[in-house]
């Protein structure tokens, strides 16, 4: 896949939510999600398929079920915080935090807010990133792939957060421990958002990613706890925490916008 390769033509997500695969088939693995709103780039058209590119720059095959043509930008567009809306047809569907609101979309329930609101509301401060991990994910199951409350993974879940605070972050794991500055060895030691890595690997290749909250604590959605999970890392009595000890490789530190 060649970076300077221009897309076909861009589209944007109709459903929801759009799983992104492995492949062009309905069988294999979800490697990532795009939500309502977002924009794709097209690469290459196989029957239904569709190769995508999402505005996080992570590629994978999309059905052309979930992508409809690109319409200008509405300057008052919304973005869900977990919501549900009634299209003009009167169909109704909910939408997960960070999927953006059709322009003739009516809000029925929850709570959906525009750019201009969401950078005051959610400012790019490690504390208040910190406070958003523990929000808005409580309860969600691991799903491989998923990036939103409904279901996600451990990177889908950072990714997620930041993103909400208008800072990007890439897609994988691996790909978000490159970004940023060194914040140490010790896992206990971290400030709010940083993140820490780990590896259940011989290699040490990145397996895993959590959310600091400062004070000891993270928070990460992982597949040994089900989901989402608040770890207290200097827990001597909780086997799951001292395996996450002996597999932590170093924490990150995220650039913050100006």
């Not at 929801?16 to 999600?33: C, G, L, T, V, Y």
């Not at 794709?40 to 029957?47: H, M, N, Q, S």
């Not at 909250?213 to 928070?219: K, V």
Request: with cysteine; glycine share 10%; charged share 25%.
């Amino acid at each position: 896949m060649t970076e300077a390769v221009p897309p076909v033509w861009e589209g944007v997500v109709t459903a929801s939510i759009a799983p992104m695969h492995q492949e062009p088939r309905i069988a294999s693995q979800q490697i990532s999600q795009r939500l309502a709103g977002a924009r794709v780039e097209v690469f290459e058209e196989l029957g239904d398929w569709l190769r995508v590119r999402g505005e996080d720059g992570y590629e994978g095959w999309m059905h052309r079920g979930y992508v409809g043509a690109l319409a200008a930008p509405s300057p008052g567009a919304l973005v869900s915080l977990g919501c549900v809306v009634r299209a003009p047809s009167g169909n109704i569907r909910p939408l997960p935090l960070g999927a953006r609101l059709s322009p003739d979309d009516v809000l029925v329930d929850g709570e959906a807010i525009a750019e201009a609101e969401r950078a005051r509301r959610f400012p790019s401060h490690p504390d208040a990133i910190a406070d958003s991990a523990l929000r808005f994910f409580e309860g969600t199951s691991y799903q491989w792939g998923g990036l939103t409350p409904w279901g996600s993974d451990c990177s889908g879940f950072v990714q997620s957060i930041f993103a909400l605070h208008g800072v990007p972050l890439p897609r994988d794991a691996w790909q978000q421990a490159l970004i940023g500055r060194t914040a140490g060895r010790d896992p206990l030691a971290l400030g709010a958002s940083d993140l820490l890595f780990f590896s259940d690997r011989d290699d040490e290749w990145i397996t895993h990613v959590g959310l600091s909250l400062g004070a000891r604590r993270m928070a990460h959605v992982a597949l040994g706890r089900g989901g989402y999970a608040v770890e207290r890392l200097d827990d001597p009595d909780d086997p799951y925490v001292q395996k996450l000890r002996e597999r932590f490789l170093f924490g990150r530190r995220i650039p913050m916008p100006r």
